[in-house]
């Protein structure tokens, strides 16, 4: 969450601890999954407009 940085193996289910493998951030991985929603929520609502992650009918 601190750069953005997205990928698979930041992420170790079995101790379910975060590791960014670009910066280096280190946090629960339960805990950052509700931060980048949070994260989502905000965009939508500040800019009115469906994020890329949401299907829409």
């Known amino acids: 969450p601190c750069c953005g940085h997205v ?3 930041n992420r170790s ?3 379910h601890l975060f590791t960014c493998k670009n ?3 280190k ?3 339960d805990r950052i999954g509700a931060m980048n929603l949070y ?3 905000i965009d ?3 800019d009115s407009q469906v994020p890329d992650t949401v ?3």
């Open 7 to 9: 990928e698979k193996s």
């Open 13 to 15: 289910k079995k101790i």
């Open 23 to 25: 910066c280096g951030y």
């Open 27 to 29: 946090s629960n991985d």
């Open 39 to 41: 994260r989502m929520g």
């Open 44 to 46: 939508y609502l500040a």
């Open 55 to 57: 299907v829409t009918e």
